[in-house]
């Protein structure tokens, strides 16, 4: 989170409705902070910054790590204990990869709804 105090950083009225603002100021007098540090906490949590690369990137780059462990498998000069590590590894990555998938899958289906 980038921390902005000063006067020149971007506004925006809101229009709250009844009862919200009190709830606001209490929630921020417990957390001893001001009502508008409070209120870009809450917007924080709820609309974080976007990840420093996309799921698809990471889709891309577990599938390159399963080719590159793939063929190191395949190469067939590796300890006992090194290809066993191998496999692993492989196991975790195509693991890892299914899981990016059924979240990109579940994020699909939520556009399409």
């Given amino acids: 989170m980038t921390s902005s105090t000063n006067r020149d950083s971007d506004r925006f009225i809101v229009r709250l409705p009844d009862g919200m603002r009190d709830r ?5 007098a417990v957390g001893g902070r001001s009502m508008n540090a409070e209120i870009v906490r809450v917007l924080e949590a709820a609309f974080p910054e976007p990840a420093e690369i996309s799921l698809a990137e990471e889709i891309r780059q577990v599938e390159l790590a399963l080719v590159d462990i793939s063929q190191l498998i395949q190469g067939g000069f ?15 990555q195509t693991e890892r990869l299914e899981e990016l998938q059924k979240k990109s899958a579940q994020l699909e289906s939520r556009r399409e709804t």
């Fill in 24 to 28: 606001i100021k209490a929630a921020a």
């Fill in 78 to 92: 590796q300890s006992s204990d090194e290809k066993a590590n191998l496999i692993l590894l492989l196991k975790y």
